[in-house]
């Protein structure tokens, strides 16, 4: 999933009053925004219509998650040149599905060899258009690690175990299976729709600007989008997302000489390549652990004091401490002036992801002449990522000892969205899990990021409200990940309430 850390904050949040009215074929939700004077009318799928819907889901369970044991046995690892033609299997597999279930102009789309799936429904003339956006690729994984085999999908006490089942292969089939129900149950979906479903998140989205750019046409009658690539909070309480942090990454190599050399015959008179990059990696970070830079975080927005207030009231209080036991962690990093949560939410932070230098299998005798390693920012509100480069850049050839050469393997993931609660796509998708859950969901930063979120919007096409269902304890992006059954199905629901929600909501 997005490349994510979440702090689990508190539940008891409100922020609309709902007021539930009925109509004769549709049901209709009525609710107050606190931030402006008018009210948001949603359309629901009538209690016969549930009812079916709900048939079709049970009926065809056994199916939905063959179709989800399919797609996780394609090790679909994209930053992996070897996985190029799982990847191509995978996104020629949702072609197929969406065609069987009657899902219009499907095509699988390559570029820079990363694939994306698009396909479409518009019978609608008089309807609006929604965007549904997810990702097929998943992470790497150590098998070792596993207690079964990544990719090969086992359910253990209701939970199914298998790499990308919650990021982000259960949630698109979660989503496919809702329009199959909608279709079959309907003959017909309440609201046109488009689906774009990413083979490349996990390493950027490097593709999609470039997709995007080059199909305007495809973009321009879309006048809502959700991303699925998404979570809620527990059980019985949904989650909207205020903001994300954007990325950009940073590999760094340095040269000392055109080859190892003996170290009884050169050590001490001739530079280590491994301690160069050591001591430029040292003059990065101050003692607290934030960034050495001068002006690091100038660029970023400052936060006002009711803004700061507003995020503390959704923390959980007591996340701090448990979290240090949890991971045998003695304390905590970073700006001081900032509290546990803004560092990750709102603030931007460096890491060192990966360093590679000498021989590691073994002994050897050598003083290294070249030295690896690869920065992470993950940037907050307003800081351009591109600057954040530069500065790091310039950083390192400053600090770089002994005249040693440096090379730079630069990309940017996407810069900082925040959201506007009062826009219709949000508002539509809250009232959408308020009526699911019976209480508002929870509304809060993370410190993660889904390149989706800034490239579709800055690429010409609109804001993404994220929805879904994946929790934080469900291990993406890390050994065992799982996807909770009960999720699964609560998040069928979710996405065909959201499609009747659409329905007349045009956007001015």
């Excluded at 019978?123 to 549904?132: A, C, G, V």
């Excluded at 940037?379 to 790091?392: A, F």
């Excluded at 310039?394 to 600090?399: A, L, P, Q, Y």
């Excluded at 390149?451 to 469900?474: K, Y």
Aim: charged letters at 25%; zero cysteines; a negative charge.
């Amino acid at each position: 999933m997005l490349y994510t850390i979440l702090l689990i904050m508190k539940k008891n949040i409100i922020y609309y009053f709902t007021l539930l009215v009925f109509f004769s074929y549709h049901h209709v939700s009525t609710a107050q925004s606190n931030h402006r004077n008018t009210s948001l009318v949603i359309n629901k799928a009538t209690q016969k219509q549930l009812k079916e819907y709900d048939r079709f889901f049970v009926e065809n369970h056994k199916k939905h998650i063959n179709n989800l044991v399919e797609l996780i046995a394609l090790p679909t690892m994209s930053m992996k040149p070897e996985n190029k033609p799982e990847l191509k299997k995978a996104a020629d597999l949702l072609k197929d599905m969406l065609h069987t279930i009657d899902m219009e102009n499907t095509e699988v789309h390559f570029t820079n060899e990363l694939p994306l799936v698009t396909a479409s429904y518009s019978r609608n003339k008089k309807q609006p258009t929604i965007l549904f956006y997810g990702h097929f690729d998943v992470q790497p994984v150590d098998k070792e690690r596993w207690k079964s085999d990544p990719f090969s999908a086992e359910i253990r006490d209701e939970r199914l175990y298998g790499r990308g089942a919650t990021d982000d292969k259960g949630p698109i089939i979660a989503l496919i299976s809702a329009i199959e129900g909608l279709l079959k149950v309907d003959g017909k979906l309440p609201v046109n729709i488009k689906l774009l479903l990413d083979g490349g998140e996990e390493m950027g989205s490097p593709h999609l600007p470039i997709w995007l750019a080059s199909n305007q046409e495809w973009l321009s009658d879309i006048d809502f989008g959700v991303n699925v690539d998404a979570m809620m909070n527990n059980d019985n309480q949904g989650m909207m997302w205020k903001g994300l942090r954007g990325a950009a990454d940073l590999e760094v190599t340095i040269t000392s000489a055109n080859t190892d050399l003996h170290s009884g015959i050169y050590g001490g008179v001739a530079p280590n390549a491994a301690l160069a990059a050591s001591k430029v990696i040292a003059s990065l970070w101050n003692k607290d652990g934030s960034i050495a830079i001068k002006g690091f975080y100038d660029g970023l927005k400052q936060y006002s004091k009711i803004e700061r207030k507003e995020i503390a009231a959704v923390v959980d209080p007591n996340q701090e401490a448990e979290d240090l036991k949890k991971f045998d962690i003695d304390q905590w990093i970073g700006e001081k002036e900032y509290s546990f949560y803004e560092r990750p939410w709102i603030r931007t932070s460096v890491d060192i992801t990966g360093f590679k230098a000498g021989y590691t299998e073994g002994k050897a005798s050598i003083i290294p002449h070249t030295a690896w390693f690869r920065m992470l920012a993950r940037t907050g509100p307003e800081h351009d990522p591109k600057e954040v480069l530069e500065m790091l850049k310039k950083h390192v050839k400053d600090s770089l000892p002994w005249g040693l050469k440096v090379d730079f393997k630069e990309s940017v993931m996407g810069t900082a969205p925040v959201f506007d609660e009062n826009d219709l796509g949000f508002r539509i998708g809250k009232q959408v899990l308020t009526d699911f859950f019976k209480t508002p969901p929870i509304i809060l930063y993370i410190g993660g990021t889904v390149p989706a979120l800034s490239s579709i919007p800055d690429g010409g096409g609109p804001n993404l409200v994220s929805v879904g269902f994946q929790r934080s304890d469900e291990n993406f992006h890390a050994d065992n990940e799982y996807m909770r059954i009960e999720s699964f199905k609560k998040g069928q629901r979710i996405y065909a309430n959201l499609l009747h929600a659409f329905v007349n909501q045009l956007n001015e």
